[in-house]
């Protein structure tokens, strides 16, 4: 079937189009504790996202790897939603506004408002915030304590149990970190 044969496969130029706003929109912004440009997690963002594309059937892969290219622009950077959504669409700006989390709530609230409202998305945009965190389960920043260490690990699962159903591929990654990282807690 060409139709499910190519649900998988994204379009390079939607690609590079997503990451060139997204370098333009970090600039000259570090990973948290390293040297290396912030683009660095937005591509490996997008790495994980297209892992999930190859293994299983997201029809709507452009959606996904453009979302992941763009999800830091709004909650990060001074490019606004009104912006993405003029050069990249409804879908895309829908999807980058429900995995930027809404500042003028208690912190507390803010990350399960955002998988609340990413459930409402397709589960292209799930994928997104599942990579993400995978991603960010890698080695914490040296200067992180140990309690945000351990809440980061539990938000984690509350990730994972929200969001696992849209991707055994992501699930599974994010299962594995979330018990990698367990070496990390009692370091900080
Ligand atoms: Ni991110």
């Known amino acids: 079937m060409l139709r499910?044969?190519?649900?998988?496969?994204?379009?390079p130029d939607a690609y590079t189009e997503a990451l060139r706003f997204a370098a333009a929109a970090h600039g000259a912004q570090t990973l948290p504790g390293s040297d290396l440009p912030y683009l660095v997690h937005v591509v490996t963002v997008a790495a994980e996202t297209i892992a999930a594309l190859t293994h299983e059937h997201h029809p709507q892969a452009d959606l996904a790897v453009q979302c992941a290219l763009l999800h830091d622009t709004v909650e990060d950077t001074p490019v606004t939603l009104d912006e993405v959504r003029a050069r990249f669409g409804d879908a895309v700006a829908d999807g980058v506004a429900a995995l930027s989390k809404d500042d003028s709530l208690p912190k507390a609230e803010r990350m399960p408002d955002s998988l609340e409202r990413i459930r409402e998305q397709p589960h292209e945009v799930w994928l997104v915030k599942l990579a993400d965190r995978i991603t960010n389960l890698a080695r914490p920043p040296h200067y992180w304590p140990d309690e945000k260490r351990e809440a980061y690990r539990i938000e984690a699962m509350l990730i994972g149990e929200r969001l696992g159903e849209a991707s055994p591929?992501?699930?599974?990654?994010?299962?594995?970190?979330?018990?990698?990282?367990?070496?990390?807690?009692?370091?900080?």
């Open 4 to 11: 499910a044969m190519s649900a998988s496969h994204f379009d």
């Open 169 to 188: 591929t992501l699930a599974g990654r994010l299962a594995a970190r979330i018990e990698d990282y367990k070496a990390y807690i009692g370091e900080g």
